[in-house]
């Protein structure tokens, strides 16, 4: 197969990417058991730490205290090979306390088929909401193949009772593994339906390097309230 001939495959099969979160249900961490036992709870303290019940691991605190940030966090959970978890609506360095959603997780299932647990963002206390546009598809049997692959990501939409609007308070990041990078950023606007287009008269999206993610991310300085009417879209696509 040559080059264009690959290329243009795969712009045919490009799948979109309809991303949305309200207060309080950005994914931060996503979590897939990965022991030989089975789970009996996970639990989220907001400013002090998660713990983790498992049949073969025992009890896992992670406290806030020692893994200050969320990549720091994610980076021992994996170590310790109980649990698998990636980072998707959240950035490795933000802090981990007063981040998250207090109380305890409830498994779902992902669309590959297996048991996941989400670790929450909780909005007003972490204040932003974020989506992340993932070639992996928001899971973790695709990771390898998502290097093939690269996110589009062509519009984000928010109405956000913030605080303060600001310059520099909407962002687009990239993610390579551990390593984030901005990309843009834009003054945001309070209590008002906002689009941000990313198309121009050149090109139709803004595109990832293969088997990067994108973060599309609305911040405030100190003050984000719970409002019903939250909201962050973010149009993508995988190709």
Not at 91 to 119: K, P
Not at 127 to 136: I, K
Request: with cysteine.
């Amino acid at each position: 197969m040559s080059v264009n001939s690959f290329y243009a495959d795969r712009a045919l099969l490009k799948r979109p990417i309809l991303g949305h979160v309200t207060t309080d249900t950005p994914v931060a961490i996503r979590l897939r058991y990965v022991g030989t036992g089975t789970v009996t709870s996970i639990t989220t303290t907001t400013a002090t730490n998660i713990v983790m019940i498992t049949s073969d691991g025992g009890t896992d605190t992670y406290a806030f205290a020692t893994y200050t940030t969320v990549g720091s966090l994610v980076d021992a959970i994996n170590k310790d090979g109980i649990f698998e978890a990636i980072v998707l609506d959240s950035l490795r360095s933000y802090a981990t306390a007063s981040q998250f959603v207090t109380g305890a997780i409830t498994a779902s299932t992902h669309i590959e088929g297996y048991s996941i647990w989400d670790v929450l963002v909780d909005t007003s206390a972490a204040y932003y909401f974020a989506f992340c546009a993932d070639p992996a598809n928001r899971g973790f049997f695709q990771l390898a193949k998502s290097k093939s692959h690269r996110v589009n990501l062509r519009e984000i939409k928010y109405y956000i009772d913030m605080g303060t609007a600001a310059a520099d308070s909407v962002q687009l990041w990239e993610r390579n593994g551990t390593v984030e990078t901005q990309v843009n950023g834009w003054l945001s606007v309070n209590a008002t339906a906002t689009t941000i287009n990313l198309a121009s008269a050149n090109v139709d999206m803004y595109s990832a390097l293969e088997g990067n993610q994108l973060i599309a991310l609305v911040k405030d300085a100190g003050a984000l309230a719970d409002a019903t009417t939250n909201y962050l879209d973010v149009s993508a696509s995988i190709e």
